[in-house]
Structures are given as structure tokens and as C-alpha cells.
T-cell receptor, first 113, second 112 residues
Framework: EAQVTQNPRYLITVTGKKLTVTCSQNMNHEYMSWYRQDPGLGLRQIYYSMNVEVTDKGDVPEGYKVSRKEKRNFPLILESPSPNQTSLYFC????????????FGQGTRLTVV | GQNIDQPTEMTATEGAIVQINCTYQTSGFNGLFWYQQHAGEAPTFLSYNVLDGLEEKGRFSSFLSRSKGYSYLLLKELQMKDSASYLCAVSPSMDSSYKLIFGSGTRLLVRP
């Protein structure tokens, strides 16, 4: 089954404790992105990747890091989480041939206290 | 700046037709997307417009006017399961077609 898998689905952590949210897709897609979704603000792009070892900043990259060492994986790293990073996070992937259809993961609800 | 506007909430009756509007102002344009998102779930792709006109896909249709920076999503024969948020998104430039800017979403409530 074609899918984008994020882990964990829910996470509560404390300020300053480094964490990683994993994202994996099994569709051999070139493009992958991370978004955060906050009430009233919609989905905002954090980082995106066009292919292995190629990443770039989205609209709200501050406080986040990403890496793309393998085509299928695109982890999101919060080196020192802060309460304003409490949000719902989505990973998405799409093919360069049919990039128009982005497939989203199930979401990760992160709470930083 | 980049801006996408859609109504916050709409209500409609089961079996009726509803039109959700989206206006955008972006630095460039490489396509407009509509996604559906049920509460607590991931967005799912509904439609894509890059040329002016109407794209029809079953009960859902999407229209684009590039000169007016305007799109709408038309939902016919509404069903209770259509209660969801509808997200309008624009790809702002040819150079970064993988970049998407989303509106805040329109929450649609379908009543019996």
C-alpha cells in the first residue's frame, strides 16, 4: 500500500530536549516536505527536499533541521524544542512526474511544555 | 507578500450544492490545489488547476481564473461525509513547483 508514515503520532516533551520525528514513504517519490498546522494559520511549510541531499527552507524553518540521506526518509529534527513549536506536523511526498498530488502522512501532534 | 484567502466557515444542507471560494496573491503561479481534511486526519488531494477553466471530477469541480487570482471548489449533491475542512493551496513559482502555500482552510458543515 502506498503511504507516508510518520512516527510518533503523539509526543509530549520538555523544553530543550532534542527530538526527531521520522517520515518514510514507499512510493519512490523525489519530493518531500514538512508542514506545521496551527489553528487559524493553516499549513505552513517548514522545509522541503527535491531529492537526496537536496533540501531548502520553507516559510517557517527557524528552530528546525532536516536531512535527506536516503530517498525514502526525511526526518524532522528539533534540536532545542520550545513551547511555540507545539503544533500538528505533517510530512508529505510527491513524485516529480506527478508532483501535483502530494501524499500526506497521518500527522504528529507535538506538545512542548 | 504571498496571501491566500478563503472563508473560515460555511454551512450547507445535505443534497445541496456549495461553492467555496479562494483568492490568491502570489509572486508567481504554477498551479492551484484543493485538499480535503477531515478533523484529526491528513489532507487528501482533491483537484489541481493550472489553466483557466473548470475541472470536473465526479461530485467535485474546481474553477480557476488566473487573471483574477480566483478559484472555487464546487461540491454537488452534498453528503454528510463532506463535512470537513477544504484547503486551497498555490504553487507560487515555476522554479520551485514543489513549494506550496496554503490558505487557512474553510470548515464546511453539512446538515441533514
Amino acid at each position: 500500500e502506498a503511504q507516508v508514515t510518520q512516527n510518533p503520532r503523539y509526543l509530549i516533551t520538555v523544553t530543550g530536549k532534542k527530538l526527531t520525528v521520522t517520515c518514510s514513504q514507499n512510493m519512490n517519490h523525489e519530493y518531500m516536505s514538512w508542514y506545521r498546522q496551527d489553528p487559524g494559520l493553516g499549513l505552513r511549510q517548514i522545509y522541503y527536499s527535491m531529492n537526496v541531499e537536496v533540501t531548502d527552507k520553507g516559510d517557517v524553518p527557524e528552530g528546525y533541521k532536516v536531512s535527506r540521506k536516503e530517498k525514502r526518509n526525511f526526518p524532522l529534527i528539533l534540536e532545542s524544542p520550545s513551547p511555540n513549536q507545539t503544533s500538528l506536523y505533517f510530512c508529505a511526498s510527491s513524485s516529480s512526474g506527478t508532483y501535483l498530488e502530494a501524499f500526506f502522512g497521518q500527522g504528529t501532534r507535538l506538545t512542548v511544555v | 507578500g504571498q496571501n491566500i484567502d478563503q472563508p473560515t466557515e460555511m454551512t450547507a444542507t445535505e443534497g445541496a450544492i456549495v461553492q467555496i471560494n479562494c483568492t490568491y496573491q502570489t509572486s508567481g503561479f504554477n498551479g492551484l490545489f484543493w485538499y480535503q481534511q477531515h478533523a484529526g486526519e491528513a489532507p487528501t488531494f482533491l483537484s489541481y488547476n493550472v489553466l483557466d477553466g473548470l475541472e470536473e471530477k465526479g461530485r467535485f469541480s474546481s474553477f480557476l481564473s488566473r487573471s483574477k487570482g480566483y478559484s472555487y471548489l464546487l461540491l454537488k449533491e452534498l453528503q454528510m461525509k463532506d463535512s470537513a475542512s477544504y484547503l486551497c493551496a498555490v504553487s507560487p513559482s515555476m522554479d520551485s513547483s514543489y513549494k506550496l502555500i496554503f490558505g487557512s482552510g474553510t470548515r464546511l458543515l453539512v446538515r441533514p
